[in-house]
């Protein structure tokens, strides 16, 4: 990373190029340039719609949770900001940044002696083994009750569509 003169992590700079590549595919519909928020609207290649999220980068939120979340701008944030005529890669936190990572491993690992030379506990220990076996082989069982809003999105349209017929 640091030959490759690169200013992120891997992983953050894999997430914020691939949210900068999806960007492309919003719009920017109703802004205000005092709080610096924005409505950014998705075109879905999916067939799914067109979906509006709020973006406010002063409060560095989006209504799609995911900058919150990861730490790293959403891409309709990254387009937001281009709106703005800011630069996204200001609102990646420094902990991301290559000389973050870097002086996390730059100090020493002491090794771990073995259990002999470990202080001893003023507690007692109890393993429970029910809490880590499984009742039986297979996928475990579901524990909600589910309903219409489980069916996928495209069956429930076609037994709307044989409905009104």
Known sequence: MINANQQLADYAFRLFEARQA?????????????????????????GQGA???????????????????????????????????????NFIPQYFSTQAYKKTYQKRFEPVYGEEYWDPVHFELVHNPTKRTRQGPGRLAATRIRNEMDRPQRRARQQYQAHQT
């Open 22 to 46: 999806e960007a492309i595919q919003h719009i920017v519909q109703k802004f205000d340039y005092n709080q610096q928020s924005a409505s950014v609207i998705t075109l879905s290649t999916t």
């Open 51 to 89: 979906r509006t999220y709020v973006v406010k980068l002063r409060q560095q939120m989006c209504s799609c949770g995911k900058w919150g979340t990861h730490g790293i701008a959403c891409s309709h944030a990254i387009q937001a900001s281009r709106h703005f005529s800011m630069n996204a890669s």
